[in-house]
């Protein structure tokens, strides 16, 4: 499966080239590789490839997959410079699994001033009965801040990000 992120969380069109992330299944789990724009915002002070709390804070790719059912989901974070969390949640913000040890590697080209990333989403990892999947980038400092989604929030819902 392949996506691309279009819009703002609210539905407005990004104006730069779209985050990408391609979902291939392997034996072992799901493999990820993300190809995104570099924003070069300031660095994590993490290690590349240890988990990192509060990535989101920071230049990230986040996926989502959720058993609308029983309301688990899994919420994966990538950065460009190496760091990563995973999350298992038993429902809305109620984690019971933090820093899941995960392999993710990135890169960054800026010359082009794009960054790649490759993980591998083990399927213990996946909710039983996943049926719903969503992807988000956030990039920017301050009033620059920027939230992306593949599927966009209806702008009646919210007014402004769920952080």
């Known amino acids: 499966m392949e996506f691309k992120i279009l819009s703002s969380w609210d539905g407005d069109e990004v104006s730069h080239s779209p985050v990408e992330m391609k979902l291939t299944e392997t034996s072992v789990g799901l493999r990820l590789a993300i190809s995104a724009p570099f924003f ?3 660095a ?4 590349a490839g240890d988990p990192m709390w509060m990535l989101w804070e920071y230049e990230v790719v986040e996926l989502f997959f959720l058993n609308s059912k029983s309301g688990e989901y899994l919420e994966l ?3 460009p410079h190496g760091q990563h969390l995973g999350l ?3 429902k809305w913000r109620d984690f019971w699994k933090k820093n899941l ?3 993710f590697s990135a890169s960054i080209n800026r010359k082009d001033n794009t960054w790649s990333g490759s993980a591998l989403i083990p399927w213990d990892y996946l909710p039983l009965g996943v049926d719903k ?3 988000y980038a956030i990039h920017g400092c301050g009033d620059e801040r920027q939230y992306e989604a593949l ?3 209806p702008k009646s819902k ?3 990000p769920d952080l």
Request: glycine share 8%; net charge negative.
């Open 40 to 42: 070069d915002d300031p």
């Open 44 to 47: 994590p002070s993490g290690k």
């Open 77 to 79: 974070e990538y950065g």
């Open 88 to 90: 298992l949640f038993k």
């Open 101 to 103: 040890p995960l392999d």
């Open 133 to 135: 999947f969503n992807a």
């Open 151 to 153: 599927f966009h929030v």
């Open 158 to 160: 919210f007014s402004e």
